[in-house]
């Protein structure tokens, strides 16, 4: 049988040190354990092996002008980690950490996230060191139409999805996918996701991430005999995820008592107001300081702080970025008596963190699953967008609901069939694996 160490050490001989990637590994093939006792196909044929090489990895450089006439230079990255279910589909991240590991990472966590989505979407991933905090519009719209005149080569509707992630919003999709369309003269809609509504995107897409991790939080609790209502929520970060999951948290009788950025951390047991935080966030690229001061009230901002230790929260949603939350964070929430933590961005538990979570037996939900909504809204954008179709509001979330709740059981269920009951990161990862191997193994030796 294959073990951990062989497939670690099958990857860092082949790579290097690439720490999240081995990192993400590590967590999906511990989580195999008991499927690969049942069933012994699986660790056979090198599947696991042919699983964490990806079918093809772009990197290229990214050259353009910025205000003052000075030539810059970055990288771009684009991973099309696997096939067997769709096209590659996931985002671009536009952070200064980017880099092989971190895109690495995300790519191999979208296959299987992709995979509990049901629907017909492989996994990729892909961005730039590119930061656009700080950089005007121009300097944005110019680096985003250098990025596509190489990228646009590898992507199309039925080939390669991409859509945004963190730095990569409304607007840089919009530069993206006008320099794509300019390049192949063609309105090719379904090429990019999140895209602007009058010209190809799904309503409730940018709600989608946010909404869906709340709705699957809904399960656990309801499976539970539970409810959001009455609930103290600590939510970190301040983008589009934490945005709508703050909205719809709310809306189910929640009350969201933090969110928070690089630079610190908002309290305020009042709850946060959600209008104004788009305001400051999405409109005047703020920062959550801005939010604090204008708000005033009750709310507190905390300089350097992270929000887990501003108060005692029955549900912890963290919405930042990977490793956000560690061993000593979840000490923090456990004392506080925090009941359950799912994932709004990726891998934003370490896995000492996970741990002391699951020992504490605390509700945890990996982002493959919690996190699904974004791209699960994503592909349903791409069927619109074949069917030269508009769906309603109401129409997309109620089918994103459905989603979740899909997942939601098919992760309980998966988990019970190997022996984990209620481990929804076990039954997450062999839920989606399942998928992805199933499919592997029927399309043959590639
Ligand atoms: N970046 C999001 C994720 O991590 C969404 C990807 C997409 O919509 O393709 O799943």
């Given at each position: 049988?294959?073990?951990r ?6 990857i ?6 690439q ?10 093939v511990d ?19 042919r ?9 290229f450089r990214?050259?353009?002008v910025d205000?003052?006439?000075?030539v810059?230079v970055?990288?771009g990255y684009?991973?099309?980690?696997n096939?067997a279910?769709?096209?590659y589909k ?6 200064p950490?980017?880099?092989l590991?971190?895109?690495k ?15 017909m979407?492989?996994?990729g991933k ?5 930061d656009p905090?700080?950089?005007s ?15 646009h080569?590898h ?7 991409p859509?945004?992630d963190?730095?990569v919003?409304?607007?840089e999709i ?7 369309k300019?390049?192949v003269?063609?309105f090719e ?6 895209k ?9 897409r940018?709600e989608?991430?946010?909404y869906?991790?709340?709705m699957f939080a ?6 539970k005999g539970?409810s ?10 301040s983008?589009?995820?934490a ?12 009350t969201?008592v ?16 959600v209008e ?7 409109v ?13 009230g009750?709310a507190q901002?905390?300089e350097?702080?992270r929000?887990?230790?501003?108060a ?11 490793n ?6 979840m000490?923090?929430?456990?004392q ?5 933590v799912?994932?709004?961005a990726?891998?934003p538990?370490?896995?000492?963190a ?9 509700l ?10 974004g ?16 769906w ?10 459905q989603?979740?709740r899909d ?7 998966a988990?019970?069939a190997v022996g984990?009951?209620?481990?929804y990161?076990v039954?997450?990862n062999?839920a989606?694996?399942?998928k992805v ?5 029927a399309?043959?030796?590639?």
């Open positions: 049988m294959i073990i160490e062989e497939i670690i050490a099958g860092e001989r082949r790579n290097g040190s720490p999240e990637f081995v990192q993400a590994v590590g967590e999906v989580s195999l354990g008991g499927l690969l006792a049942k069933r012994p196909e699986y660790a056979d044929g090198a599947l696991l092996e699983m964490v090489e990806p079918e093809r990895q772009i990197m990214v050259a353009w205000d003052a006439g000075q810059q970055n990288r684009r991973i099309e980690f096939s279910l769709g096209p996931g985002g671009l991240r536009f952070h950490s980017v880099n590991s971190v895109v990472f995300l790519g191999f966590e979208q296959i299987f996230k992709n995979a509990l989505t049901g629907q979407i492989g996994g892909g961005g730039s060191d590119f905090h700080g950089k519009d121009a300097e944005v719209m110019r680096f985003c139409q250098a990025f596509m005149t190489e990228l080569r992507i199309g509707a039925l080939t390669d999805v859509a945004g963190i730095g919003g409304g607007r919009g530069y993206l996918y006008g320099q794509y300019r390049i003269n063609r809609a379904g090429v990019l996701t999140g602007g509504l009058d010209w190809g995107g799904s309503l409730a940018t989608a991430t946010g869906g991790l709340v809904r399960e656990m609790l309801a499976a539970d959001l209502d009455g609930k103290k929520v600590a939510i970190s970060g983008g589009n995820v945005i709508y999951a703050a909205q719809k948290a709310q809306a189910l009788g929640a969201v933090t969110v928070s950025d690089s630079a610190g951390a908002v309290y305020d047991p009042a709850g946060i107001d104004l935080l788009k305001q400051v966030k999405e005047e690229r703020g920062r959550v300081l801005d939010y604090a001061q204008r708000l005033g009750s901002y905390l350097g702080a929000p887990w230790g501003a005692d929260v029955d549900v912890a949603l963290p919405c930042a970025t990977q956000e939350l560690d061993e000593a964070d000490a923090t929430l456990i506080g008596g925090v009941k359950l799912a994932e709004g990726n891998m538990l370490t896995n000492e996970i741990d002391a979570a699951k020992a504490a037996g605390v945890y939900a990996p982002g493959k699953a919690a996190n699904a909504g791209v699960a809204t994503s592909a349903l954008e791409m069927a619109q967008n074949a069917g030269f179709a508009k309603s509001f109401e129409e997309v979330e109620g089918k994103l609901d989603i979740m997942i939601h059981s098919a992760s309980l269920e988990a019970d984990a009951p209620g481990d990161q039954g997450a062999v989606g694996f399942i191997a199933d499919a592997m193994l399309q043959g030796v590639m």
